[in-house]
């Protein structure tokens, strides 16, 4: 007796999460030109960090260690939590933020495939919840020079604030509590063409690498879709309701983690609805939080909150949108 | 005392501190538990509080309990602590008041913490009222000593500090700064998060204790055999 599927694609954990890694090479090549080379010591003591943890709760936990280290996705959840952080950071808030999410967040569920929560995100919450100040201190486009940047990143004491500034979404918050209205704001240079100097360049080397998921199956198209397309539509409310208090649709798509959170954070088959119906509510749900924090929560994005909030929806979404089985009609019992 | 209330006691002791733990295994309880164990100092007074309500709510129950008619015995038992918080919430103002501001509503709704009512009708209403005293201080005790540890644990991760507001029980005393003073503080420690993953993380430290002991217990000299 052969059961369907017969045709099978020679996919394994590693390939997937190798592919990721490739996807995530424009934006941070796009980031380094831009911002300055600290992120490659973000990248590395996470990837340490990572694969430390990794090794460590397997050993606790009696798995074999050799499988799981090499399948790639320990270090897939590194870049995207350095990825998410401002450059500067010192080490061991990075480290800190990495071996929470690998411990509490992923191993503590069950490992790989069993965490609730999108792991890069519980690092990010964790640290912009514990260190606000220092999670808001992003290098400016003046990028100042390697050894720089490298003693911020593994130096002491942090020395001034002249070479950090607020991210766009930081200032739009701030000009907007100092009283200033959305339009007026974003003609500061800082602003950039559309969402803030470099960070456009940044989010578009994001969707490129998303693109290439899309097209290599990686993901679906449901996600990115539905995250983009409700990120579109509410900013756009918003905006045509009252567009001095909030920031055009523009603004929104290409600012902040928007393409970096809709092809590469809400795609996670682990933590995200799995039924296609289920993965355009799970997006959308995703875009519409993250625009109320951004629009009126006290941080100034919201992805990751959002996401950890739909991931908690994640069962029963599943639930209620499980398509018939084949044969069956709606409503009858499968 | 004879051999049996001996075994009683110890029984009712055991129960208390780890067995049937408040905290860590019958997870009632959980709103003061998690809402002021942000300092030890705060922990302790608040459970010391609970230890006291229980054990008087527990011998009085018991003591009445011949006399309590069977369909309202609920809203008598709650009476009768409330009647007890009230005394306590005013001896804290009174004597503790600094500590009191801190404690603000979670003293009075000692009333409403389910663990007081559920060892009341679970137990006081049906033993005599030293071992239900008995009973219910063991019960808080066991309350006290997990949310000691959750305290410390969440101001030390927090704050880098210990026994931070000693002052306001003993005047005089200074909270210990163990990380020095240049320690930034995990604030998530001190958020309601941190109640929730410190408690999640003694609750696994217990279950892996008990697992261990029971797998020791079943197959005792392992390594004994295969050898």
């Known amino acids: 007796m052969y059961n369907s599927p017969y045709l099978r694609q020679n996919t394994s954990v590693r390939r997937v999460m190798g592919t990721v890694l490739v996807a995530m090479l424009p934006a941070i090549a796009v980031q380094v030109w831009l911002f300055g080379p600290a992120l490659i010591a973000q990248l590395a003591i996470a990837s340490l960090t990572a694969l430390a943890c990794e090794a460590a709760m397997l050993g606790l936990r009696g798995r074999p260690v050799a499988p799981a280290l090499t399948d790639l996705s320990a270090l897939v959840t590194a870049w995207l939590i350095a990825v998410c952080l401002p450059p500067l950071l010192p080490w061991w808030a990075t480290m800190l933020g990495t071996a929470f999410a690998l411990i509490i967040g992923k191993h503590l569920y069950g490992g790989l495939g069993q965490n609730p929560f999108n792991p890069a995100m519980l690092a990010y919450a964790l640290l912009i919840v514990s260190f606000p100040a220092l999670m808001s201190q992003w290098p400016g486009l003046q990028a100042t020079d390697a050894a720089t940047q490298f003693g911020w990143v593994f130096g002491g004491e942090r020395m001034v604030d002249g070479i950090t500034g607020a991210t766009p979404l930081d200032a739009l918050r701030t000009g907007l509590l100092t009283g200033g209205d959305a339009t007026s704001v974003m003609q500061s240079p800082a602003f950039g063409h559309v969402a803030g100097a470099g960070w456009e360049w940044v989010a578009l080397a994001w969707a490129a690498g998303g693109l290439l998921l899309l097209a290599l199956r990686i993901i679906t198209w449901h996600i990115p879709v539905a995250f983009i397309g409700a990120m579109a539509l509410v900013s756009a409310i918003g905006w045509l309701i009252a567009p001095a208090q909030f920031a055009s649709p523009a603004f929104h798509l290409l600012a902040g983690g928007t393409l970096m959170g809709a092809f590469f954070i809400a795609t996670d088959p682990v933590s995200g609805a799995t039924t296609p119906r289920g993965k355009l509510i799970f997006a959308a749900g995703i875009a519409l939080i993250a625009w109320l924090i951004r629009a009126f929560g006290a941080y100034p994005d919201g992805i990751a909150f959002a996401v950890l909030l739909m991931n908690i929806c994640v069962p029963l979404i599943d639930l209620k949108t499980q398509p018939p089985v084949f044969g069956h009609k709606k409503g009858d019992a499968p | ?227």
């Open chain 2, 1 to 227: 005392m004879n051999a049996d209330d001996r075994a009683l006691y110890g029984d009712i002791t055991r129960k208390g501190l780890w067995e049937n733990n408040t905290a860590l295994v019958q997870l009632l309880g959980l709103c003061p538990l998690l809402a002021v164990s942000t300092s030890f100092v705060n922990a302790v007074s608040l459970s010391l509080a609970t230890v006291l309500v229980m054990a008087l709510s527990g011998g009085t129950v018991a003591a009445l309990r011949t006399l309590i008619p069977h369909e309202i015995r609920i809203p008598v038992f709650i009476l009768i602590i409330a009647a007890l918080v009230t005394c306590l919430d005013l001896a804290f103002n009174a004597w503790l008041h600094d500590l009191y501001l801190v404690l603000g509503i979670f003293i009075p709704l000692i009333v409403t913490n389910c663990i007081v009512l559920a060892r009341v009708e679970a137990f006081a209403a049906k033993n005599s009222p030293l071992a239900a005293a008995w009973d219910g201080a063991a019960m808080g005790i066991g309350l006290l000593w997990v949310l000691a540890l959750l305290g410390s644990v969440r101001e030390l991760v927090g704050a880098g500090t210990l026994f931070g507001g000693i002052d306001m029980v003993i005047p005089g005393a200074h909270a210990l700064q163990v990380f020095g003073e240049h320690y930034r503080g995990l604030l998530i420690a001190i958020l309601p998060p941190g109640a929730f993953i410190f408690l999640g993380l003694l609750v696994a430290a217990r279950n892996a204790w008990v697992t261990r002991a029971q797998a020791r217990a079943t197959h005792p000299p392992a390594a004994a055999v295969s050898a």
